[in-house]
């Protein structure tokens, strides 16, 4: 490895291309605005080509996602000099196209440049060039990106819905475009602009007893749970952020402090690995233990615990038809719910629970709900951390309501059957 | 590999002797009994010798555990021809001696014989020679093993509390022992003596997807839901026997039928493989598949799932000082619950749940119970299956309420302070 | 996995469908042709479609290389009924054309076959499809290949070499190409018509003794080294055939019989398996055992070995300027050779030494020469093999000369410095 | 891990106590003398007792191999506070005792301090006792060791050659034992005495063009070829050190220089790995580079390459008996040689090859000999590297000629058939 190159600077974690150079000698590459200025690596611009063997790589500056993004294309010169496939980092997607919501001061105008970089700059490259975008399918910088990881020019330029707008729709698409930003977005995009201290070992957290670990909550440590929504469910440390797993990149830098430590719960201790390098990603480096076996240790201790009832979705459609009272609180995103939701719910997005905290009445039970579940289950966490008793959890949640033929509404207020 | 040793017909798995010679062209060798006859192999009896390179073992036969148990010394014949260490079978193990309970109408032969092998046959090799037992702690096979691998004769001799007995004391001793029969060791005694069917392959279940899970369920199938006590208390398929992973090697024989398929509920696919092995030792080869992508499969299903309260010590202690009537149902072996239980607890061992089912008052409010929860979630599932309605589970157990201080009585009747 | 497709009948290996169909309970799909009958699976002709979710897979008849073979074009129905990419078997490569040289006694008509099967099935369906090659570079069945995995049809469309031909250049092309056919594939066609016989499980030659291997030499079992080119040249048991790991899969199949045993020699026991798994894959399941230890076990044996001299570049240059009298045997193939060699070297392919024998004068000392050395091996080990006492071989061969400027001849006679 | 314990300062390895402690936390202990005193970690002596759960380990002052060494005796407290186990260190190995060759001038006060620490320190635990030595077979800390990894105290008592002998023939014995010391003992000394400097991450080499790899051997550079001996002989870099992957650790610390860079070849990438590893234990930290693509890269540059003839046991044998004239040099220990060697040999130690390369008469040929041949080509190397031109390798070497029965001789000059 003897070049690194970076298509932008990125919000949601934080980039390891400082770790990289210093481990390989190799040299960091990345674009240049006035708006922000990265404080390492080196400056590229259009037309700078990187050989390598028969290949060549060549800059194309295409801001929009931000101001200093550039794409790259890819010749095999042994065939020809013209490129085969560009790499447009979060400029453009499989069936999308790049957030462009962190200027929000001057959104029409990125929107734009956005629109200009993709067919002014992109698309003339033919429609036979591969496309190898940074992101994959459940990122939080597109929504509506394909399950494919690859895509042609082409094909884009054809299917892509977004492409299927004139400039001035799609300007108008990207200023309405709803996207979430997570506090820790400041602190990745502080980090990345620097470059990211080194990290000479991944730091291992260590084994603490329940009396360490007790003692640690006691001094301010902060608990994540990352076991299953279930697990979670049946018994957890109380006052525990639950997050499952696979599910920490997109929702921890919500709700946890890079200024206190973190224990973790974990089912092993490959989870616990797994964990902490997700944990990483996003800038916390200060996991400083693990529950020693387990939930089960904390059990047989003799500690209290706590867990939260679960209901299916045959129960939140009996209590529609009946009519009890209770809140449904959908946590989805607020595109989500008004494509489609329970009538009678209450929303507030699961990131934003905490800030919202107040708005929940706390007299009637709550229910907390989402898609599958899975997003629920950390509101259900969160209000039980904030000391609201009556708290179940709808496992399975509108993909379940709408199996069984629950009423949905739309934002406008028409009802349909799911 | 060429030679493979049986210290004797085993009754808690499936010997994989076959499968190993059938790959390795290895020969089996075991020794011999009028009780039981072999089907398979060769006989063994003492003095029997087999050279390799320079090590030489030589059999000694070690009635007692079964007749036709035998031991095998080891000597590095560079250094001696005498022994450096001896292999015991279930004959001697480290801190106990192996069950004599599987002949119960020759029980004081048995015993009687099980004492003149060790103090006649093995201990006269020397205090110097190293124990290797064919069991370490954890086993069905004897309670009292200590977590040492192994040993030396010497040390036993002085320090294993059975081996401080005399003839008599041991054969009183042994006589009054109480160990379980679970159902399945008749199919191993039966599949160990005409030698089991070898396994070309690891049978690998096949994914099910919700639906198709359902539909073998109405066929008769038996899910076994091997998840954590915490997920299966959080949500499980209604009627589903749950077992955690790491116990199904001990319990699992109790309640599968081996005239059924079997379908899994596991966390992801290891463990899934995981539970087909051990089933596939105690020669249950009807997993025929799992639920794909686990319970969360289910949820998003829109059917309905069952789930188990939990409840911690804190609360059975303060159910006790308020005489709340219910039934604390203590499913640990008669042996610990003897040895100190809480006041009017109920016993039935965990594996003879569904022989008792009838002596259970359903009435009240039933909470299982055991050493840490592990066994007590196996009777809740049993109950919940047999359509007990009002179930909880006590995750943290005995382990928990001696670390609180609840009261225990022993056996006599005696009350203590845990 | 539920369905398995085979883009044609494989001649270069024993394809893994009935296997992988008797595990995974998954059907076989390929093509039909009057020529060559499978006698397993399922027919399939233009326009079958079947559906995966948001997939679509449509079957597009492409004779040429083969009568009966297909390619595949793959739809994201979430975006377009046309197709995003399509699998195009050995039709169209990256950079190259499929092999058309089975039917020799129809060569124009099949090679017209293939060319109006990439201009009228292939390219039809637009510049933007990404194609899905079965083979890359390194492969016996194209030496054009790019070394990029996959491609677009516009973009090979453009460049690749063979597609710039008009209809007439491209079938006089493909008539006068050479390709050599080890004779290994007869064995391969037959069993990929008939469906090969699955592998219950790979089997694991034992190790034996270098008296249990010199016996079964004895006895007639073939002996393969699979060590590196500079072992082999330091020692090896006399007679054998020496082929390098990575080389097996390319040319065991030119000499090895399928009526005999076969023994290996390894560097350590995962390059015996990764051997046995290359030639299973050509059909020998007779590989019955591998020397234990090593090439070190046969030394200490006191056994006689034979080593091959090693000769660097600068050695045959050196011979050139002062007209050694020597025999320089070239075994690349004929194209390499015509491309451009050394003067007055001998030319014959490695795969035809045998064959070729008694045209190479033994009087001369022998240096074996290639492209680096690696197929000069074997021919050096074959040479050996039969007798032959004076042979050398040059680690480096061809690129090495070039690199110090060795004079080398095209095939015309016109001489150029390298 | 929370304690870690030294027996003693070791010569022949960077011990990695203080990098297990600084990721572990753990503290470190060891014994004190006047002789050398550690600088780091904690100092422990008689009767010091350290108990983890039901184990305690109580410290045991056994001077001899060292002035500081000490034992550990293990007891499980659940059955007896009198000892199970004890870790011997260096002070009594399985079939064997320490070296006591450390303090020339002290040998005979030294002999008598390991006697009395293994008959009045150790033995008297009693025969039951099982023996956890700090060395296995293959040591250079002792010649005799037995190939199984643990043995008892009685089993020693009875069988172990040295403690057959009185108090007097002990010390005798020990006096007129035979060990080298290889330069890097000095290093190893004062690096374990400070305590390692530790290693944050395992330094990774660099793959290395020939260019490059040409260009630093230019500016002083050592060669380390890590390829078996066939490999060697085949072909090598010119003026590499050859020793074999496995040799690395007994012998690397003979020839390299701690003042100078190392650059690897290796047959893979995996085979680097564990070489950077075995010269980390040895201190070398300045392994810069390895050649990537290994030897081939070389051979296909064009450059020169070195090879070494081999030759079998049989020639060996035939020379003999036609009397020829050449050097048979062999390698082998003092000890082993002069237990039976090769009539008309010459003998230095391979560690001492380089010191003593003006003994060897150059102007016959060269045969490098040892007891397998692993050596032996190490030896061929060095003087290949020495510039001595007539140099040839016997793989197999002793073994192989006593194989075939050639005549040996033993130090007294009789003779006798092998």
Same mark, same amino acid.
Not at 189 to 200: F, H
Not at 348 to 377: H, N, W
């Given at each position: 490895?003897?070049?690194?190159?970076?298509?932008?600077?990125?919000?949601?974690?934080?980039?390891?291309?400082?770790?990289?150079?210093?481990?390989?000698?190799?040299?960091?590459?990345?674009?240049?605005?006035?708006?922000?200025?990265?404080?390492?690596?080196?400056?590229?611009?259009?037309?700078?080509?990187?050989?390598?063997?028969?290949?060549?790589?060549?800059?194309?500056?295409?801001?929009?996602?931000?101001?200093?993004?550039?794409?790259?294309?890819?010749?095999?010169?042994?065939?020809?000099?013209?490129?085969?496939?560009?790499?447009?980092?979060?400029?453009?997607?499989?069936?999308?196209?790049?957030?462009?919501?962190?200027?929000?001061?001057?959104?029409?105008?990125?929107?734009?440049?956005?629109?200009?970089?993709?067919?002014?700059?992109?698309?003339?490259?033919?429609?036979?060039?591969?496309?190898?975008?940074?992101?994959?399918?459940?990122?939080?910088?597109?929504?509506?990106?394909?399950?494919?990881?690859?895509?042609?020019?082409?094909?884009?330029?054809?299917?892509?819905?977004?492409?299927?707008?004139?400039?001035?729709?799609?300007?108008?698409?990207?200023?309405?475009?709803?996207?979430?930003?997570?506090?820790?977005?400041?602190?990745?995009?502080?980090?990345?602009?620097?470059?990211?201290?080194?990290?000479?070992?991944?730091?291992?957290?260590?084994?603490?007893?329940?009396?360490?670990?007790?003692?640690?909550?006691?001094?301010?440590?902060?608990?994540?749970?990352?076991?299953?929504?279930?697990?979670?469910?049946?018994?957890?440390?109380?006052?525990?952020?639950?997050?499952?797993?696979?599910?920490?990149?997109?929702?921890?830098?919500?709700?946890?402090?890079?200024?206190?430590?973190?224990?973790?719960?974990?089912?092993?201790?490959?989870?616990?690995?797994?964990?902490?390098?997700? /944990? @990483? =990603?996003?800038?916390?480096?200060?996991? %400083?233990?693990?529950?020693?076996?387990?939930?089960? &240790?904390?059990?047989?201790? $003799?500690?209290?615990?706590?867990?939260?009832?679960?209901?299916?979705?045959?129960?939140?459609?009996?209590?529609?038809?009946?009519?009890?009272?209770?809140?449904?609180?959908?946590?989805?995103?607020?595109?989500?719910?008004?494509?489609?939701?329970?009538?009678?719910?209450?929303?507030?997005?699961?990131?934003?629970?905490?800030?919202?905290?107040?708005?929940?009445?706390?007299?009637?039970?709550?229910?907390?709900?989402?898609?599958?579940?899975?997003?629920?289950?950390?509101?259900?966490? /969160? @209000? =039980?951390?904030?000391?609201?008793?009556? %708290?179940?959890?709808?496992?399975?949640?509108?993909? &379940?309501?709408?199996?069984? $033929?629950?009423?949905?509404?739309?934002?406008?207020?028409?009802?349909?059957?799911?």
């Amino acid at each position: 490895i003897t070049h690194i190159f970076e298509t932008h600077r990125n919000e949601d974690y934080v980039i390891g291309s400082t770790d990289l150079a210093r481990r390989s000698g190799a040299k960091i590459y990345h674009g240049k605005s006035d708006v922000m200025r990265f404080e390492y690596g080196n400056f590229v611009t259009d037309n700078d080509t990187f050989e390598f063997g028969g290949l060549k790589l060549k800059v194309i500056t295409t801001p929009g996602h931000t101001f200093e993004s550039i794409s790259i294309s890819l010749s095999d010169t042994g065939f020809s000099e013209k490129p085969i496939a560009v790499f447009t980092g979060d400029t453009l997607f499989v069936g999308d196209v790049g957030r462009a919501d962190f200027y929000p001061d001057q959104a029409e105008k990125v929107a734009g440049l956005l629109y200009d970089s993709i067919f002014n700059k992109l698309m003339p490259l033919g429609d036979h060039v591969i496309l190898y975008p940074a992101h994959g399918a459940g990122s939080v910088c597109g929504s509506g990106l394909a399950s494919r990881e690859f895509s042609s020019l082409g094909y884009e330029r054809k299917y892509s819905p977004r492409l299927q707008l004139s400039r001035d729709e799609f300007i108008e698409y990207k200023i309405n475009e709803h996207h979430y930003q997570p506090p820790y977005f400041k602190q990745m995009e502080c980090a990345n602009q620097k470059g990211a201290d080194p990290l000479l070992e991944i730091p291992k957290p260590i084994p603490m007893t329940v009396d360490e670990f007790a003692e640690a909550i006691g001094n301010g440590m902060q608990v994540l749970d990352v076991r299953s929504a279930e697990a979670t469910a049946g018994a957890f440390v109380p006052a525990s952020l639950a997050i499952p797993l696979n599910m920490i990149s997109a929702f921890a830098g919500w709700y946890l402090s890079y200024e206190k430590d973190i224990g973790l719960v974990a089912e092993d201790d490959t989870d616990v690995d797994h964990a902490v390098q997700f /944990l @990483l =990603r996003l800038g916390y480096t200060r996991v %400083v233990g693990y529950l020693q076996k387990g939930l089960v &240790a904390w059990e047989v201790s $003799g500690r209290d615990y706590d867990s939260i009832r679960t209901v299916y979705a045959g129960v939140i459609k009996e209590r529609m038809n009946n009519h009890v009272n209770y809140t449904l609180l959908d946590v989805r995103s607020i595109d989500e719910y008004q494509a489609g939701h329970l009538p009678n719910s209450t929303h507030i997005y699961v990131g934003e629970i905490l800030k919202m905290i107040d708005e929940i009445p706390k007299e009637k039970p709550i229910t907390t709900f989402c898609g599958s579940g899975q997003r629920a289950i950390i509101a259900a966490s /969160l @209000l =039980r951390q904030k000391g609201i008793e009556n %708290v179940e959890v709808c496992l399975g949640s509108m993909a &379940a309501c709408k199996k069984i $033929g629950c009423q949905t509404v739309t934002e406008d207020g028409s009802k349909k059957a799911a």
